[in-house]
């Protein structure tokens, strides 16, 4: 019995790590984003009688290759340790929510769109790129709280200088920070600074050194932070892959360590040789 328990977990977990079987689960997620996408055209009762179908179909089919996944494990909790693990199996018990009855129907329909994320599981370069963006937030943190003081520094000194001038536009420091966001993204921002230069002729100074730190300094610092991170992640994928320069430096590194190790080990002998010859010679 235990024989052949072992042997359905080891076709299962073949059959889960088959590339075959992977492309067809993702040609299932992009058919399932198809679905959802038709669903908000209107057609006529047999496509959407298809499609109903067409949708109950994948919903099986994710609740299938779920079991598969968990069936494969050698310990159920095994599947569990793993973060993208847990995101498939909430994605999928989601989906499971029945579309009938006023209450569930909205929700229903929601959960099912986020469907689609289960690609990012599935490919390990979107892995990659989630995890790595994921890793750079707490420094991107950082980078918005100092953002965020700038914005407040100059929504202040505008709306003391410039509220007489357009109130709707720097009426009070809040809706003088949405002002100065719809300069930092260049959304007829040269609209504004003219209508304050009929009045401080020199107050280009101001948008122009806003523009200069938010939309050149402080972006290039989000992307170093995220490209930074991202090469990181990179190399410890290769690593664990064991593809890539990365992966050849980690593995001479620890030959490099194992043969310090012998070194270590044969000097130690050395020395107890010699210590032990020149006990002898003494007696």
Do not use: C
Not at 91 to 119: C, K, M, Q, Y
Not at 130 to 143: D, E, F, H, R, S
Not at 179 to 205: G, Q
């Amino acid at each position: 019995m235990t024989t052949n328990t072992s042997q359905i977990k080891q076709a299962l977990f073949e059959l889960h790590q088959n590339k075959l079987f992977e492309l067809f689960v993702i040609t299932i997620i992009v058919l399932s984003a198809l679905l959802t996408g038709a669903k908000t055209y209107d057609v006529g009762s047999t496509a959407n009688l298809i499609i109903s179908w067409s949708d109950n179909f994948i919903t099986v089919f994710f609740l299938v290759e779920i079991l598969i996944r968990l069936s494969s494990e050698p310990r159920l909790l095994d599947f569990f340790k793993k973060g993208w693990n847990v995101f498939d199996f909430i994605i999928v018990v989601a989906s499971l929510l029945p579309l009938e009855g006023n209450d569930t129907v909205l929700l229903a329909r929601l959960l099912r769109i986020f469907r689609v994320l289960r690609l990012i599981s599935l490919i390990p370069e979107l892995r990659l790129l989630i995890n790595a963006l994921l890793k750079a937030m707490p420094t991107m943190g950082y980078v918005v709280l100092l953002m965020f003081i700038i914005f407040y520094i100059y929504a202040a000194i505008g709306s003391f200088m410039f509220e007489h001038i357009n109130n709707e536009l720097w009426g009070n420091i809040s809706i003088s920070m949405l002002t100065l966001f719809r300069v930092a993204t260049f959304e007829d921002w040269t609209d504004v600074m003219y209508e304050t230069m009929t009045v401080y002729p020199l107050s280009w100074i101001f948008y122009l050194s806003f523009i200069f730190l938010t939309a050149f300094v402080f972006l290039n610092m989000m992307i170093g932070v995220i490209l930074d991170v991202m090469q990181k992640e990179q190399e410890q994928y290769q690593r664990d892959q064991g593809e890539g320069e990365a992966a050849e430096v980690h593995w001479l590194k620890q030959h490099a360590q194992q043969m310090e190790l012998r070194l270590e080990r044969i000097e130690q002998l050395l020395i107890q040789n010699v210590n032990s010859v020149t006990k002898r010679h003494d007696l």
